[in-house]
């Protein structure tokens, strides 16, 4: 089955400062990576996502990249806020129509 | 678009009792659900997926027994913890997928169960 990996487990950084998260997979038959950014005590929600056929995809200050060959791939948020402090999740979905394989979690600390 | 309603938000029960939780999709039709259980500060670990009209597949680990899911339409799947234990205590989150393989899942608000 599918395994991520995901660093760091914490990060803090200044606000306005931009924050990098990244994660590793390992079925090269996985196709589709989203993330997910979960408040203490609230559902997952998806803030982004990229499929295989693409190397990086943006959203305002969001951004995601993908790097089959490595089979890694990352979340880059800039000008952090503090409505930016949450634990993000990546997770890829093993090529199949199972279930997404999570990355165990980054919390993410915006200082004022 | 793409609401999925979980109920009940929390629940407190005996050991020993059953509590059932309810997942349906409001706004569109899922052939697919799946439950995911999460510990206080750690990752979503996938039970099970839950198909419409035919059983579930468990994950390893997962007691299929202990936690009997039913998905009798295309907008409603249930999670049934039997026999609680304390350390069944746990978040409980159920998801569904718009389409097939790779779509976005889309989140309940997720059931703290608290078995005392």
């Known amino acids: 089955g599918e395994n991520v990996e995901q660093h760091p487990s914490t990060l803090s950084v200044q606000e306005g400062d931009s924050a990098v998260i990244k994660c590793t997979y390992s079925?090269?038959?996985?196709?589709?990576f989203p993330w997910y950014k979960q408040e203490l005590g609230k559902r997952p929600q998806l803030i982004i996502d990229?499929?295989?056929?693409?190397g990086e995809k943006k959203d305002q200050r969001i951004a995601v990249t993908l790097n089959k060959t490595a089979k890694h791939f990352s979340l880059h948020i800039t000008e952090t806020q503090p409505e930016d402090s949450a634990v993000y999740f990546c997770?890829?979905?093993?090529?199949?129509?199972?279930?997404?394989?999570f990355g165990k979690g980054t919390h993410l600390i915006i200082q004022p | 678009g793409a609401v999925v309603s979980q109920h009940p938000s929390w629940v407190i029960c005996k050991s020993g009792t059953s509590v059932k939780i309810e997942c349906r999709s409001l706004?569109?039709?899922?052939?697919?659900m799946f439950w995911y259980r999460q510990f206080p500060k750690q990752s979503l670990m996938l039970m099970a997926t839950?198909?419409?009209?035919?059983?579930?597949?468990?994950e390893q680990g997962v007691e299929k027994d202990k936690f009997l899911i039913n998905h009798a339409s295309l907008t409603l799947s249930t999670l049934t913890v039997t026999s609680a234990h304390p350390e069944d205590s746990s978040f409980y989150i159920c998801?569904?997928?718009?389409?097939?393989?790779?779509?976005?899942?889309?989140f309940g608000n997720g059931t703290r169960l608290t078995v005392t």
């Open positions: 998801s569904a997928m718009v389409g097939r393989y790779n779509s976005p899942l889309h």
């Open positions: 990229i499929r295989s056929n693409v």
């Open positions: 997770a890829a979905n093993g090529g199949g129509a199972d279930g997404l394989t």
């Open positions: 079925d090269s038959a996985s196709n589709y």
């Open positions: 839950s198909n419409e009209g035919s059983k579930a597949t468990y």
């Open positions: 706004d569109f039709q899922a052939t697919t």
